[in-house]
């Protein structure tokens, strides 16, 4: 049940938190059916996990080409025209 060392230390750090906030250990006792669902479960926290950071870079970079389209916008407007 070890992880592989590809896993980074904030994937690892994020396991451990959802283990820990789920109140599961994270060493259970190593039986076949334990193991492979103790697996699955760590592979679905990292999954989580890295559709969360995608989730947060794709919401930056929308505030980001929203804040530049209101610029544009904005830059486009002669002086001293109201918009109704």
């Not at 820990?20 to 699955?40: K, Q, R, S, Y």
């Amino acid at each position: 049940m070890k992880l592989p060392a590809t896993i980074g230390q904030k994937k690892t750090k994020a396991i451990e938190q959802v283990l820990e906030e789920l109140g599961l250990e994270f060493n259970p006792m190593p039986t076949d059916e334990i193991v492979n669902t103790f697996n699955t479960l760590r592979q679905d926290i990292v999954l989580l996990y890295e559709l969360k950071l995608a989730m947060s870079t794709c919401e930056y970079e929308l505030q980001t080409l929203k804040h530049r389209h209101d610029q544009l916008i904005a830059n486009r407007r002669p002086s001293g025209c109201a918009i109704f």
